[in-house]
């Protein structure tokens, strides 16, 4: 039992997914169509095309500061070469070995995991109006204030002879997951004031469909691992909340309903260009026809992913107030299913296997931030993008990503473009990425290093785009607003 004991915290930390991250070489470009929508809405009007018809993109990302592999033992790339075979390690004070090792860390450490598939979506310009479709399914795994002690207790087991009749405190530590599809409509807005600038604003607003989520917080407890078979809890106050397509009596997977909750979410986005030419009063009959006005730079604020799902189907909502227990033997506890597991919990704290049950519905938010960038045209195809992306530090049923610093220089003209994003992660974490769009197709990574193997294997991110553009100024024509002339409509300082 205590080796299933283990992996079943394993499995909370690592498997019980399915955070990209940014995509820091994708979003910021002015190609990126559909794609500008996971940054900010009211970017599609800094966009060179007036019409995008997206494919699709798909994101892995994962990040830890907890655990590794070693970068003798794996290279990414041999997942798809065949030649992978990573060697498992014995512990030394537990049964069964392990393909990783954790990080000696005196202060917190924490875990990430995303996925993130944009299906079929597309944007529409014209003039002052943008407008975007889109559909997408998410998922959104973390792990926050994983303790030294509690890190040492899930890698080695309660085997751990070094901490064993020792009292510790867990304090905030929260572990969620939340998966969902989405489909959702964008519109931007741009003032046009005849000046060397203007401003943009955007919403999205976004249907959501939960498959699944789970969490849980532990807002206090104290705890001693007496020896490899005693478990001491005391002051113990956490929440568990839980909704999958599954038999809980049976483990059965999937089951009817696919859907356990549904929700909205709300994007806000603001930005102002300064251009390099005077914006001209024409209006454009045909998009295509529309002049696009390059900016010098430009910046952008907005408020992402505001919303929740609210979970109903097949859900559980359980409370532990400031319990006590010494669980003895816990090492040859057995359970056939996920119900009779939770039950045993509340019968262990309560006396009663239903005492902990509190509602049959919850809410899990969404991973929220706020995102600020600019980007500044050098001219001649070469831009450079410095962007912040803040994770509010919500706690409970929030989900969470890392904020994330970036710089990102690029080389971009309509049908090339090259970026090397370059990242700083929770504020310590350096990251180097690369990302390369030729025509339709953009492949990049914002880990690129990891994924090299050039040092220990601790997170990666991969991410690829396929879409279909069309520029502005693709045909010539715009009506006339000057009843003297001018049949293009251009002003005289306009190239």
């Given at each position: 039992?205590?080796?299933?004991?283990?992996?079943?915290?394993?499995?909370?930390?690592?498997?019980?997914?399915?955070?990209?991250?940014?995509?820091?070489?994708?979003?910021?470009?002015?190609?990126?169509?559909?794609?500008?929508?996971?940054?900010?809405?009211?970017?599609?009007?800094?966009?060179?095309?007036?019409?995008?018809?997206?494919?699709?993109?798909?994101?892995?990302?994962?990040?830890?500061?907890?655990?590794?592999?070693?970068?003798?033992?794996?290279?990414?790339?041999?997942?798809?070469?065949?030649?992978?075979?990573?060697?498992?390690?014995?512990?030394?004070?537990?049964?069964?070995?392990?393909?990783?090792?954790?990080?000696?860390?005196?202060?917190?450490?924490?875990?990430?995991?995303?996925?993130?598939?944009?299906?079929?979506?597309?944007?529409?310009?014209?003039?002052?109006?943008?407008?975007?479709?889109?559909?997408?399914?998410?998922?959104?795994?973390?792990?926050?204030?994983?303790?030294?002690?509690?890190?040492?207790?899930?890698?080695?087991?309660?085997?751990?002879?070094?901490?064993?009749?020792?009292?510790?405190?867990?304090?905030?530590?929260?572990?969620?997951?939340?998966?969902?599809?989405?489909?959702?409509?964008?519109?931007?807005?741009?003032?046009?004031?005849?000046?060397?600038?203007?401003?943009?604003?955007?919403?999205?607003?976004?249907?959501?469909?939960?498959?699944?989520?789970?969490?849980?917080?532990?807002?206090?407890?104290?705890?001693?691992?007496?020896?490899?078979?005693?478990?001491?809890?005391?002051?113990?106050?956490?929440?568990?909340?839980?909704?999958?397509?599954?038999?809980?009596?049976?483990?059965?997977?999937?089951?009817?309903?696919?859907?356990?909750?549904?929700?909205?979410?709300?994007?806000?986005?603001?930005?102002?260009?300064?251009?390099?030419?005077?914006?001209?009063?024409?209006?454009?009959?045909?998009?295509?026809?529309?002049?696009?006005?390059?900016?010098?730079?430009?910046?952008?604020?907005?408020?992402?992913?505001?919303?929740?799902?609210?979970?109903?189907?097949?859900?559980?909502?359980?409370?532990?107030?400031?319990?006590?227990?010494?669980?003895?033997?816990?090492?040859?506890?057995?359970?056939?299913?996920?119900?009779?597991?939770?039950?045993?919990?509340?019968?262990r704290f309560y006396g009663d296997p239903k005492a902990s049950l509190k509602a049959d519905n919850f809410k899990m938010w969404l991973p929220s931030?706020?995102?600020?960038?600019?980007?500044?045209?050098?001219?001649?195809?070469?831009?450079?993008?410095?962007?912040?992306?803040?994770?509010?530090?919500?706690?409970?049923?929030?989900?969470?990503?890392?904020?994330?610093?970036?710089?990102?220089?690029?080389?971009?003209?309509?049908?090339?473009?090259?970026?090397?994003?370059?990242?700083?992660?929770?504020?310590?974490?350096?990251?180097?990425?690369?990302?390369?769009?030729?025509?339709?197709?953009?492949?990049?990574?914002?880990?690129?290093?990891?994924?090299?193997?050039?040092?220990?294997?601790?997170?990666?991110?991969?991410?690829?785009?396929?879409?279909?553009?069309?520029?502005?100024?693709?045909?010539?024509?715009?009506?006339?607003?000057?009843?003297?002339?001018?049949?293009?409509?251009?002003?005289?300082?306009?190239?």
């Amino acid at each position: 039992m205590q080796v299933r004991l283990t992996v079943i915290l394993l499995s909370w930390l690592i498997i019980n997914q399915a955070s990209s991250q940014e995509m820091a070489g994708l979003v910021h470009s002015n190609h990126a169509g559909t794609d500008v929508l996971l940054n900010n809405p009211a970017g599609m009007h800094h966009q060179k095309d007036w019409l995008s018809i997206h494919l699709i993109t798909a994101d892995v990302f994962f990040s830890n500061d907890y655990l590794y592999l070693a970068k003798e033992e794996f290279k990414f790339f041999d997942l798809f070469s065949g030649n992978l075979d990573v060697p498992l390690h014995p512990t030394g004070y537990s049964d069964g070995e392990r393909p990783f090792y954790i990080y000696d860390r005196s202060g917190n450490t924490r875990l990430d995991f995303d996925i993130k598939i944009q299906g079929p979506s597309a944007m529409f310009v014209k003039n002052q109006h943008a407008f975007g479709v889109f559909t997408a399914a998410k998922s959104f795994m973390h792990v926050r204030n994983i303790t030294q002690e509690l890190g040492r207790t899930i890698y080695y087991g309660f085997g751990y002879g070094p901490q064993h009749d020792e009292a510790y405190h867990l304090k905030n530590f929260n572990t969620s997951y939340v998966g969902y599809g989405e489909i959702g409509i964008s519109y931007a807005y741009q003032l046009n004031q005849l000046l060397f600038s203007n401003w943009s604003f955007g919403i999205s607003i976004k249907r959501l469909f939960g498959v699944g989520g789970t969490y849980f917080h532990v807002d206090n407890s104290d705890y001693n691992v007496i020896n490899d078979t005693t478990l001491d809890l005391y002051a113990l106050d956490a929440n568990l909340g839980f909704a999958f397509p599954s038999d809980y009596d049976t483990d059965e997977f999937p089951t009817n309903p696919l859907v356990n909750g549904k929700g909205w979410a709300f994007d806000l986005g603001v930005e102002y260009q300064a251009l390099l030419d005077r914006q001209g009063k024409a209006q454009a009959t045909k998009a295509c026809g529309q002049r696009h006005y390059d900016y010098k730079y430009r910046i952008g604020v907005s408020l992402m992913d505001l919303g929740y799902i609210n979970f109903k189907n097949n859900a559980q909502l359980h409370e532990y107030a400031n319990t006590d227990y010494t669980w003895e033997n816990i090492d040859t506890t057995n359970y056939e299913n996920w119900n009779q597991f939770i039950q045993e919990i509340s019968y262990r704290f309560y006396g009663d296997p239903k005492a902990s049950l509190k509602a049959d519905n919850f809410k899990m938010w969404l991973p929220s931030s706020l995102n600020i960038n600019a980007d500044y045209n050098f001219e001649n195809g070469l831009y450079a993008n410095a962007s912040l992306v803040y994770s509010f530090p919500f706690k409970g049923s929030f989900m969470r990503k890392p904020s994330v610093l970036s710089l990102t220089p690029r080389y971009e003209k309509s049908n090339v473009e090259v970026s090397l994003p370059l990242s700083l992660y929770q504020w310590k974490y350096p990251r180097v990425g690369l990302a390369v769009r030729l025509y339709y197709l953009t492949v990049g990574s914002d880990y690129f290093t990891s994924l090299m193997g050039w040092h220990d294997f601790n997170g990666m991110d991969l991410y690829f785009s396929i879409k279909v553009n069309i520029g502005k100024g693709s045909c010539e024509k715009r009506n006339k607003i000057n009843p003297c002339g001018d049949a293009l409509n251009k002003f005289p300082w306009s190239k």
